[in-house]
């Protein structure tokens, strides 16, 4: 991700954009870690680390460096949040994120502020202070999964002005977003949060059973109704649909009005009437019987049995995934990917132009077009489709190597024997 130094303007605030990007700091050596960290960090007077500069306003009790690296991820998730809402995304307060040393600090901290269930928990939004709080020693996978995950509260929160949100809206945002990765594009997103996310094997044996969920209970449900209904199907069901909405335009439409509305204090079955949950249900259906079937029956399986070298055998699980859904694009985007590793690579391209017919924006496609095609040995449509690819992915390294061997296959191509 490529970052500049701007001046943004969080409500009445201007926050300095550092010109440093997270990448760039994870491969900087210790000392010059150590160095530029001092340049965005203070230590305060009760021993925390305050970075400020960014979009979130983070204080850590480790180091200036740990300080550092999570506000540049934090920067870094609330820009891919943004670009989310179609109609805009902006908030009049900076967001806050305490970090704590180790455990015991943190629970210390949340009895002081005398906040019940935080014993299990790695980290928690309250919502009384609109502040995420955590502390340094979960794993930095979890870490990251659980400050998304908060922070989808936090900053949802913060936009609607203390409104109280729709439990599916709060909790199915904040399921899809842990998945998040701020590098990749919404649709890449969207994608990988179906791979990822343990709330699609879920749904799928429900469907399996002839169960598919009753939207209009989802969205009648209040906070109330959540907690007494409290159990994985809701979390399940929750994610499911904001997952089908952000797979479209449409959808990503709807989120949108949604989260205009409640700021603006109107119910939302102004925007979500009888009629229309009832279409979005029959649609929600659709899509869980066919692209989430699609993921969870044959291309999880598929990415699994390859990542255990088990590379033949994953192909052959996604021909019977592609012959029972040939309307989807995504079965034969994976297989290319496979046949890729087989050095198959006429089977590769055939199948990834079939996919450029269904669906030209599919994400990824133009990176492994151009490389199946340099494979090929069709150096000039490699480097077609790679230039595609950067124009949205300016900095895909991967890209860019490829671009160069393609650029170099043509100039010995032209240059003149002897």
Partial sequence: MRRVAVLVLIGSCLVQGASLTLDQFRQMTPSDQEKMARRYTQRDRDDFWRVEGFKYQVRAQGSSEQALEIALLMDEFYDSFARTFKGGFSIATQPRLYVFADRDAYLEFMKVRDVDGAEPTGGMYLTSDRLLVTFAKATDEHLKQMLFHEATHQLLHTYTVKRSLPPWYNEGMATNFQLWEPSRSLRENVRMAIIESHYRSQVAAEAREGKLPDLQALAAMDGDDWLENFDGANYAAAWSFVNFLLSSEDGQRRLDRVLRALKKGTPVEKVMPPAVVR????????????????????????????????????????????????????????????????????????????????????????????????????????????????????????????????????????????
């Fill in 279 to 418: 279409k979005l249900e029959r649609q929600w259906h659709e899509d869980i019987r066919t692209r989430l079937m699609l993921y969870d029956e044959f291309i999880a399986p598929a990415l699994h049995a390859a990542s255990e070298g088990q590379v033949d055998e994953a192909i052959a699980h996604l021909e019977v995934g592609i012959a029972g859904h040939p309307s989807l694009p995504d079965g034969r985007f994976y297989r290319a990917r496979l046949l890729l590793e087989k050095d198959r690579f006429a089977e590769a391209l055939a199948d990834l132009e079939a996919v450029a017919e269904q669906d030209a924006d599919f994400p990824d496609l133009h990176l492994l077009l151009g490389r199946a095609a340099l494979a090929a040995g069709d150096p000039a449509k490699a480097r077609s489709h790679l230039q595609t690819h950067l124009r949205s992915h300016r900095d895909d390294q991967q890209a860019k190597e490829l671009l160069r061997e393609a650029n170099r296959t043509l100039r010995t191509a032209t240059r003149p024997a002897g």
